[in-house]
Structure formats: structure tokens, C-alpha cells
């Protein structure tokens, strides 16, 4: 659209009566879409999508958008798993994390190719998984999709991001066979990079948490060997002498905690994504003095194309997460704490907003 004709919509816009704006959006939006369908020769399709209206407020609405393009695929969603970290922070305005409302949050999900486009390389009915928003029908791209496996169960596969996410911050730990490795912080992100340090080899295996509403879920064959509370033991942090610490809370306090729980010339993997600032640390002390490596293992760092032993693409850590889930050495179906129904959603956000309470996985089920 031309710059000239976006200042005079805006114009308009902005001298309408506040009550007439979002009715006039919609149907500009709804035009625009339209219009766009019809030059670019692609269907117009409807589906009904997760939204965050305000600040803590969530709500199931209707949207349209353009089917796909040659090389896309239109999928019906079965699951869509909640990333609890950062749509509690989108959903609660913290800091680093503020959108404009309404916005449309989830990027894991699994479903069923219901169009495919000619370049695309799929067909009607292949499982698919891939960053798609929380919505009962969307569109997968190229650089985001993966054929999910014979034998892999679709709730399963809709922890694909999630996975992603995990599986960079454990190869970026270089955890070697034998060493002590803690957890910090136990809800989905914590218990999945749990699971997998357990595969790389990480013998003895330390999950710690703030108390212990989660540690039923954190310890057992294939998990942790031991769990720590932090509620029950504040001092058990320096005892763990880890030569790994993997962060996964996403705040400062958690980042200096996890420096205190690894051995003098430890690694601390920063795994979650912190939301403050942490002014009144003293990171000197904190992690110059004792010689830590502090390692970030943010997923927006994944190259896209040049891998390397320390870092794959993201496509070569979907498609192992994958494999790793088809070969059964990874599980996370037993994570999943509440499968809801997406009409549900005010409720669920309700509890992510809380910060999940006893939940670990929450995944919504377009299947109901």
C-alpha cells in the first residue's frame, strides 16, 4: 500500500469517534484481505484463533487469512502447546516482552495438511508440526514445517518448539558423560532440558525449583536423580557444585542462583528468557570472581544455514527432536497436565498468569 494512502487512512482513522474505530478496522482489514486474495489469486480461509484482547484477558475469535502460497501448506490443527515463559510475559506486560493488543500467541503446533501447495512437497493428510499460532486452521512456511514421523503421537509432536528451544541449549552446554548437572527451575522448559541433559549424559542429575509442587513430575528413570527446594533448603544451592547449571527461569535472581549452585569454573547455560534487569546484583562477585562461563542459548541464535558441532540449525534440532521422540528415547506426553479445550482459553491464560500453579505442559486440544 502507498505510503500516501496509509497517512490518509490514518488521518481518518485517528478523527473517528473512539467507539466507531475498531468496527472501522475490521472492516478495513477484512477489505484489505480481500483485496489481496483476489490479486494474488489465493482462497480466502476461516478458522478461529486464540487472541489476547488486553492485558491478562484471553478469547477464542473468529479471523480470516490467505490460503496457501506454492510452496505452503494450510493445516488443521490437533494440539497446540502453551510456551509458558513467554506468553506469561506477553499475556502479563513484563518487561522486554510488552506487543500491541490484541495479539495472537503459541508458535508449537501439530496438525493435519488440509491444501497443500504444488511446490510444497506435501500432501492432503501428511502430519505436519511447526510454529503456527494457537488456531484451529492456519498456514505452515517452508522454514517452520516438519513431517512428522509414522508412530509419533500428534500431542507429542506439538511440543516441537519447545523442543527446539531445549535441545540448542543442551548442545551449547557441551555436557560430557559423568558430569554433574542441576536444573534450575522445574516447570516445562526445565523439566524438557532435564530429560534431554539425562540423554547426553549427565550422571548425577539435580533439578532444583523454588518449592516442591513439581517434584513428583521432575524425578524418576529417564529425569532427575535428586530434587531441591529452595523453599525447604535455601542453602542447598551451594552444596550442588555443578559442573553444568542449566537456567530455566528467565530472571536475573534465578541467573545469580545458578551461578551459586555450579563449581568454581563452572558453566551456566541460560536457557530461559530473563525479564528484569537485575540492577542490584554484583555480577563481578557473582561470576567474574569464581571464573563461570555464563553461555546464552536464546533460539532467535540458531543459525539458519552454517552449522557447526556446538550449533546445529533449527532445522537439524527439529528433526532430531523428532527422531529422538519416534525412537522413544525422549517422552513428554506424561508432562502434559491439562489438555484443555481452546474455548477454555480465559481460564487456562488465568493460570499461566499465575505462573501454571502445579501445571507443567498445557496443550490445547482443536481436536474438541
Not at 536464546?298 to 523428532?322: C, K, M, N, V
Request: hydrophobic share 45%; glycine share 10%.
Amino acid at each position: 500500500m502507498p505510503d500516501w494512502l496509509v497517512k490518509i487512512l490514518g488521518t481518518v482513522y485517528t478523527r473517528m469517534p473512539a467507539g466507531l474505530r475498531p468496527f472501522a478496522k475490521r472492516v478495513f482489514v477484512q477489505g484489505l484481505l480481500r483485496l489481496q486474495a483476489l490479486t494474488s489469486r489465493r482462497s480466502l480461509c476461516k478458522g478461529m484463533r486464540i487472541e489476547f484482547i488486553d492485558f491478562e484477558i484471553a478469547d477464542l475469535e473468529p479471523f480470516e487469512f490467505l490460503g496457501p502460497r506454492p510452496v505452503d501448506v494450510r493445516v488443521d490443527a490437533q494440539f497446540s502447546t502453551i510456551s509458558p515463559g513467554t506468553e506469561r510475559a506477553v499475556l502479563c506486560g513484563m518487561p522486554g516482552a510488552r506487543r500491541p493488543f490484541p495479539y495472537t500467541p503459541g508458535y508449537s503446533t501439530a496438525g493435519v495438511v488440509t491444501e497443500a501447495g504444488a511446490k510444497s512437497g506435501f500432501a492432503i493428510g501428511d502430519r505436519v508440526a511447526g510454529r503456527m499460532s494457537h488456531s484451529s486452521s492456519g498456514l505452515l512456511t517452508p522454514a517452520s514445517m516438519f513431517r512428522v514421523p509414522d508412530g509419533v503421537d500428534m500431542l507429542e509432536a506439538s511440543y516441537i518448539e519447545l523442543g527446539i528451544i531445549c535441545l540448542q541449549g543442551i548442545r551449547k552446554s557441551g555436557i560430557r558423560p559423568g558430569e554433574r548437572v542441576a536444573v534450575m527451575g522445574q516447570g516445562l522448559i526445565g523439566q524438557m532440558a532435564t530429560r534431554l541433559a539425562r540423554l547426553a549424559g549427565a550422571d548425577p542429575l539435580i533439578a532444583v525449583a523454588s518449592s516442591r509442587r513439581r517434584a513428583s513430575s521432575a524425578v524418576g528413570p529417564g529425569r532427575a536423580d535428586e530434587f531441591v527446594s529452595l523453599a525447604d533448603d535455601p542453602g542447598a544451592l551451594a552444596r550442588i557444585e555443578a559442573d553444568v547449571v542449566i537456567e530455566a527461569v528467565g530472571s536475573s535472581l534465578a541467573i545469580a542462583q545458578a551461578t551459586t549452585a555450579a563449581r568454581r569454573g563452572g558453566r551456566v547455560i541460560l536457557l530461559g528468557s530473563s525479564r528484569d534487569l537485575g540492577r542490584n546484583l554484583d555480577w563481578h562477585n557473582i561470576v567474574q570472581e569464581r571464573d563461570i562461563t555464563l553461555i546464552g542459548a536464546h533460539i532467535g541464535a540458531l543459525p539458519t544455514y552454517d552449522a557447526s558441532p556446538g550449533r546445529w540449525t533449527y532445522a537439524q534440532e527439529g528433526r532430531l527432536f523428532l527422531a529422538q521422540l519416534a525412537s522413544g528415547l525422549v517422552h513428554v506426553a506424561d508432562m502434559t497436565s491439562w489438555k484443555a479445550a481452546p474455548a477454555d482459553c480465559n481460564r487456562v491464560y488465568e493460570v499461566v498468569a499465575e505462573g501454571g500453579r502445579e501445571h507443567v505442559g498445557i496443550v490445547f486440544d482443536w481436536t474438541r
